[in-house]
């Protein structure tokens, strides 16, 4: 366990909801910092009875939905200036960027959707999706779906899981990849004619 985890977690139990949202936003704006582990753990707390999981969920989901919004708008607004002007502008029109930009567009669902699992993933397709100036509703959709379900996984781990987080929360992180892959398709599959309905 790192030394920032082991702050964080005295930090969850001294300012409990607060400390949980701002650990879950600067992780979305692309901070090194240990969200997942914070969750699960801020869940296991609950379960002990020193949180409230009903908060423990809001304040996750606040903080996640709100970090990757201003990092998507930070992006699109200032992106392309802040890379011209550290001279990496003209990444923007090679193919290669190109071809990822369509790769997030097309398969917007999973990948936004999964990514949400990840979080070097999740600042990296917020990062592209604010770039290539992404649909900011569906944007907006997939990565509430994506925030809740994966908030709400965490969630549960550790709450069921209190007595052992730490090794659950290892072992997750091992295999992060196929359940946010596996979740993503299941939710896509369920639900993409209500989604089109709604945003058509």
Known sequence: MSNVFQALLSDLLIYR???LFVVSFLSCLGFPLPAAPSIIAAAAFASQGYLNVRFVLLSAIAGNILGDISMYWLVRV??????????????????????IEKTVDTYKAPVLIASRFQVQATAVVNIISGLAQLNFRRFAFYIVIGEVA???LYVLLGYLFADSWQALYAIVGKFGWLVALT??????TA????????LD
């Open 183 to 188: 979740m993503a398709i299941a939710i896509t």
């Open 150 to 152: 994966q908030v709400m």
């Open 191 to 198: 639900s993409n004619k209500v989604i089109k309905r709604m």
């Open 78 to 99: 200032f992106g392309s200036q802040v890379l011209h002007w550290i001279g990496l502008g003209k990444y923007l029109n090679m193919p290669v960027f190109r071809n």
């Open 17 to 19: 909801y607060a400390a």
